[in-house]
């Protein structure tokens, strides 16, 4: 099961792991539809992308903009939901968080995840699949991470409900580790490169992974025709030690 002539939706595909993913997709001979908040990203990663991607804009925190985006849309094969806001970074211990604010952490990956599937899942050709991304907070929980951790844990166990519920599509979910994206560029350049040293120094890998590289466990489930309720960690090893 290859990805020739097959469409490909990747939301979250305008940069980072899910512009990969896009990438990837379209050198296996699919074609690609990018979707994002911010129509200028839009458009330029379709122009980036070449003349077998497209996209169209759409916030996933509201419902009738992810409904008028798989309408415009229309039948296709995969999803991929690269889609992410992890929120407010640092320490936040239940006992001083404001619950309310925390609510926030759900928006994008985990409702706006459910959002893209509900509307998603009934254009979805034959036996084709969902993939959904999460992170290494579920496994390897720091102090102050609690609800981060509930959250990336929350789609880990949606991935394996929903699996069941939308059989005979399959649904999967990548869970990759410290992974050189747009995300880190807030450190200054002369400090980022010794903390993915810190970060990474005790694994297998002891090196930051690459988009293109986790990229792959993306393509693997979107053809992996005998795989759902699937996990794949992408992360160095790091948690073997």
């Known amino acids: 099961m290859g ?8 939301i979250g595909g305008t940069s980072g792991i899910g512009l990969a993913v896009a990438q990837g997709a379209l050198a296996e001979g699919g074609e690609v539809i990018v979707g994002s908040s911010q129509p200028a990203n839009v458009e330029a990663a379709a122009r980036k992308l070449g003349d077998r991607a497209s996209g169209h804009a759409v916030n996933v925190k509201d419902e009738a903009s992810v409904e008028a985006f798989f309408a415009a849309v229309g039948p296709f094969d995969h999803l991929v939901f690269t889609a992410g806001d992890w929120g407010e970074r640092g320490v936040r211990l239940l006992t001083v ?14 409702w706006g995840a459910l959002a893209a599937i509900k509307h998603g899942a009934p254009l979805i050709r034959g036996a084709g699949s969902v993939t959904l991304t999460n992170g290494m907070i579920a496994h390897r929980p720091r102090k102050g991470s609690a609800l981060s951790t509930g959250m990336a844990g929350g789609i880990e166990h949606l991935t394996r409900g929903l699996s069941v519920d939308l059989a005979p599509i399959r649904v999967n979910a990548v869970c990759p ?10 450190i200054p350049a002369d400090r980022r490169e010794e903390q993915f040293q810190r970060m990474t120094s005790r694994q297998p890998i002891a090196r930051i992974g690459e988009p293109d590289e986790v990229a792959e466990a ?14 794949l960690h992408v992360d160095g090893g790091g948690t073997v030690v």
């Open 3 to 10: 990805l020739a002539d097959k469409r490909i939706v990747v």
């Open 97 to 110: 968080a404001d619950l309310g604010a925390a609510h926030a952490l759900y928006d994008v990956r985990y």
């Open 218 to 231: 993306y393509l693997y489930l979107m053809k992996a025709g005998y795989t759902t309720g699937q996990v």
């Open 177 to 186: 580790g410290a992974i050189r994206t747009d995300v880190w560029n807030s």
